[in-house]
């Protein structure tokens, strides 16, 4: 029986799959490429799997039919105002777009959101006229300013 996880998120690439998984375990602790598949020797990558943070993941370069949406997106939920930073440039530089409310699309077309997690413990607070503070200051972010969310948090 194989060692390898029963089940793995699968991102469609229309060529660009192998630098984006190379991209992506470049970004956080705990990730590697597990294996690449080549149809041929010198030929460009068919199936890249790869962990991300400890979850597993493979890219699949499909074809130009392979469209990303945000409907799916990667999730990562950060520790600090300066993880959340470093994360949200690094995804925008050469090429991504930012959202709203955490959201962004790197360089490759996926969507991402990266979440502090004082967001959840704020959002989901005993207290919910402070939470909705916070939400409502979150709406106005594109990448989450955690300061800005406390003190929405906290103003009476």
């Known amino acids: ?30 990730s590697r490429i597990e294996d690449i598949v080549r149809p041929g020797p010198d030929g460009p990558a068919l199936v890249v799997e790869f962990t991300l943070a400890g979850a597993p993941y493979m890219v699949l370069n499909g074809g130009p039919k392979c469209q990303h949406t945000p409907a799916a997106s990667i999730s990562v939920l950060t520790k600090d105002q300066a993880e959340t930073d470093r994360l949200w440039d690094a995804l925008l530089e050469g090429g991504g777009s930012a959202g709203r409310c955490a959201w962004l699309t790197d360089k490759f077309g996926v969507s991402w959101q990266i979440v502090p997690d004082a967001v959840p413990r704020l959002l989901g607070a005993d207290d919910t006229a402070a939470a909705m503070r916070a939400r409502d200051a979150m709406m106005t972010m594109g990448k989450i300013d955690i300061a800005a969310l406390e003190a929405a948090f906290q103003k009476a």
Not at 1 to 23: N, Y
Request: neutral net charge; contains cysteine; aromatic residues 10%.
């Open 1 to 30: 029986m194989s060692d390898k996880p029963k089940v793995r998120t699968c991102l469609l690439f229309d060529g660009r799959g192998e630098d984006a998984a190379k991209f992506y375990v470049s970004l956080l602790p705990d």
